[in-house]
């Protein structure tokens, strides 16, 4: 699985409380390759050095797959599942609870600009019966985002758009760099900024080189 360039963010928020939650950092793997994506985790405040454990999801929409890579102590791994995501997206669809329309969330430019991560973005707002929303969103589509963050997104099946046309023709064209929700029932909030984005820092996920941990307990048996 190859990859032309990476996207680090930070993801914050609070509980229903008001308790702050512990940060998460998220890289997005970038690529024009609409058929994989992949995501990797670790704790935002969490040092890089030599044994620290890594975590990578690819997903594989091509093979109807998930792909879990770990490495810890130098030691490489995978584990995989099968799933069928146009499956998945087309349920996600038929379910009349998550069915979306335009007329439930309407996007409003405020007319705000601001730059994020060397990205001119613009400020959007939005309202649910649930919570209300910031959004800053690129006003120009970034090469290799739409595999999480653009209307475009694998994750959005075609039966998706069709059942919601008027939704998804009023996303904007950018990505969303930054948003911010605040639930309206109690003090849960979550937020997310894009702190890097790095169109050339190429990378290349060989599974060769990761045994399967299946295969570890069948051979230890």
């Known amino acids: 699985y190859a990859f032309t360039g990476l996207a680090e963010m ?20 970038l690529n024009e390759e609409s058929q994989y994506s992949a995501m990797e985790f670790s704790a935002a405040d969490q040092k890089q050095k030599d044994g620290v454990e890594k975590t990578v999801m690819i997903f594989d929409m091509k093979n109807n797959a998930s792909i879990i890579l770990l490495e810890n102590e130098g030691e490489k791994s995978r584990m995989a599942f099968g799933l069928d995501w146009q499956a998945i997206s087309n349920q996600v669809a038929e379910q009349d609870s998550l069915q ?3 007329q439930d969330i309407q996007f409003t430019k405020t007319g705000k600009t601001k730059t994020i991560a060397g990205h001119l973005c613009e400020e959007y707002t939005g309202e649910t019966e649930e919570y209300t929303g910031s959004y800053w969103v690129s006003k120009d589509p970034i090469p290799g985002m739409g595999s999480f963050w653009g209307k475009n997104s694998p994750f959005v099946s075609k ?3 069709n059942k919601n046309p008027d939704y998804f023709n009023h996303l904007p064209e950018g990505n969303i760099l930054e948003f911010s929700h605040q639930s309206k029932s ?32 069948q051979a230890a048996k």
């Open 100 to 102: 979306l329309d335009a």
């Open 10 to 29: 930070v993801i914050t928020g609070t509980d229903e409380k008001g308790k702050a939650i512990d940060p998460i950092k998220m890289k997005t793997f």
């Open 159 to 161: 039966k998706m758009k």
């Open 186 to 217: 109690d003090k849960s909030t979550a937020q997310m900024t894009m702190v890097d984005i790095d169109p050339s820092n190429a990378s290349t996920f060989v599974m060769a080189e990761y045994p399967s941990m299946y295969e570890g307990a």
